[in-house]
């Protein structure tokens, strides 16, 4: 047993290495696939400005593997080698998925594919640890987290919508203010709106987004956000 749990453990980190590689690859597509599709800029300065991104998103990051710590499913239910298959399951199946996605060149969430990856790893667990002890699956949602698991699955699905909707709203006022009249109307208010994006784009970068980095202590993120 404890040689399988160090030969687990080994491929667990090749694995962590590989999802590395295609997570930030994952991050380049949602990048690039836009600004290159519409050619906003030249090739040149659309690859350093993606690469100054994810430099900063790995800066900034406090590891996709916190969400674990939010409750996806009741650790206390699960013993020492359980843990570790829902958790190489769910490396091994990220790898897996986000390859696909990135071959094919289709955008998708690296958090997202996380969340429901631990969540279907730790449902079948659970299920066959009920299985194998009672031969009935009644009381699998003790293993589960519900609340939790459902507040991030509603969070998610309400992040698209809020998302489409305001984006839409505010698409069309920039596009009614500034399309086809944009050098008189820039005069006056371009400044104030530049000023107004740029504070925002670095509110959520450097106060919420590094909440949770690691050189953020309790006294500087008291003085960025309190």
Not at 102 to 125: D, Q
Not at 202 to 226: E, N
């Amino acid at each position: 047993m404890d040689t399988f749990l160090t030969c687990t453990m080994v491929f667990l980190m090749l694995l962590a290495s590989f999802n590395l590689f295609v997570g930030v690859s994952n991050d380049a597509v949602n990048f690039l696939g836009s600004a290159l599709g519409s050619k906003s800029a030249r090739y040149n300065i659309v690859m350093g400005v993606a690469a100054a991104g994810v430099l900063l998103g790995c800066t900034f990051s406090s590891g996709m593997m916190e969400i674990a710590r939010s409750g996806i499913f009741n650790p206390q239910l699960f013993t020492y080698w359980d843990v570790m298959l829902i958790f190489f399951a769910v490396m091994l199946t990220d790898v897996l998925l986000l390859d696909t996605f990135n071959s094919l060149g289709l955008p998708t969430s690296t958090t997202v594919s996380i969340v429901f990856e631990l969540l279907g790893a730790s449902v079948v667990s659970a299920a066959y640890k009920l299985w194998v002890s009672t031969g009935t699956i009644v009381g699998l949602g003790a293993y589960i987290n519900n609340e939790k698991a459902l507040s991030i699955i509603i969070g998610i699905l309400a992040s698209v919508v809020i998302a489409f909707t305001f984006g839409t709203i505010i698409q069309w006022l920039i596009r009614y203010l500034f399309t086809f009249r944009y050098q008189k109307v820039y005069r006056y208010v371009g400044g104030v709106y530049s000023g107004l994006c740029l504070t925002a784009i670095f509110y959520f970068l450097i106060v919420k987004g590094a909440k949770g980095a690691s050189f953020m202590t309790p006294r500087i993120d008291c003085l960025a956000g309190c």
